[in-house]
């Protein structure tokens, strides 16, 4: 554990240790994630009197009550911490007071009583119908070359685009993965979650064009992995991020990360008529609310055209 030890005070490695493994073991958690509450919970133990009568002085967990929680927040929203930013410590402080509580470390668990400030509404970065066409049809002029790397690169950008998953699922994905009869790509998604996300016959015609190309960059160490680098290994998330910048400038659109091609598949879907439950769905979000934000996209771009083009706007 290397983040959150350096927060810590000398004592609370142990806890925090203990804490690592159930976030990693139980929840499923990511090594971002884990990394994150990790952070979060040993900020908040260093807010806490050390034990007094302990051979090594750790954190009284005992003096972590409401009132101890609350004035961790308060102390976090002076100094002007987003919203978003205080939800979320929220979050991790109710996660890892539940998790005492059940390890016999609180006798009650006071996060039961603890509310959250309501995040800001964040409006993501989205592309345009025409814009993200013209991103496409820019990857797929590019990839008129044969280069094999062109030709990865569209396939990746259309299948983000068709699909809406994260880039981490989408560098996660093997050969044996890809359905091109049914159009369906299975991606591991947070949480060790398996889900399976059809796409179009834009992306089905790209993938089947690199696929063709695949075997110029594969070497004999190479991983089963549909999309590889230059030198044969799974292509990673930077390398992805990358293209996208590099192929948005190269088309004159938005400047955007892959996750705002996610962004832009989600807001498509609801605007194309589909349902906020079967985006949900293409999404893995956990929660519907999550995938709620995309309606407030919607209704944004919906309440600018009407205010550009109606004569009583």
Not at 281 to 293: D, F, I, K, N, P
Request: glycine share 6%.
């Amino acid at each position: 554990m290397t983040g959150p030890q350096a927060q810590a005070r000398p004592g609370d490695e142990e806890v925090l240790h203990a804490y690592a493994g159930y976030l990693e073991a139980q929840r499923g958690m990511s090594p971002h994630s884990v990394r994150a509450y990790l952070a979060d919970a040993a900020q908040l133990l260093t807010t806490l009197p050390l034990q007094a009568a302990a051979a090594v002085p750790t954190s009284d967990l005992s003096a972590l009550d409401l009132s101890a929680l609350r004035a961790w927040l308060a102390d976090q929203s002076r100094r002007r911490m987003a919203r978003s930013t205080l939800a979320r410590r929220s979050a991790a402080a109710r996660a890892f007071t539940a998790w005492a509580h059940r390890t016999g470390r609180l006798p009650s668990d006071p996060g039961l009583r603890l509310l959250s400030p309501r995040p800001d509404v964040v409006v993501p970065t989205v592309l345009a119908v025409g814009e993200a066409a013209t991103l496409l049809d820019l990857a797929r002029t590019r990839a008129d070359d044969a280069d094999p790397a062109h030709l990865r690169d569209w396939a990746a950008l259309e299948l983000l685009y068709a699909t809406g998953v994260r880039v981490s699922e989408l560098v996660g994905v093997d050969l044996q993965d890809v359905d091109l009869d049914q159009r369906l790509v299975k991606v591991l998604g947070k949480g060790d979650k398996e889900r399976l996300v059809p796409f179009g016959v834009p992306a089905a015609r790209a993938i089947q064009a690199w696929l063709g190309a695949r075997p110029a960059l594969a070497t004999p160490r190479s991983p089963e992995a549909l999309f590889l680098g230059v030198r044969g290994g799974r292509l990673d998330v930077r390398q992805v991020r990358d293209v996208v910048h590099q192929l948005t400038a190269l088309a004159g659109v938005r400047d955007l990360a892959p996750h705002g091609l996610r962004h832009s598949a989600a807001t498509h879907l609801l605007e194309g008529g589909s349902d906020l439950r079967s985006v949900q769905e293409v999404l893995g979000h956990a929660s519907l609310a999550t995938t709620q934000r995309y309606t407030h996209i919607s209704s944004e771009r919906l309440r600018a055209a009407f205010t550009q083009a109606h004569p009583r706007a």
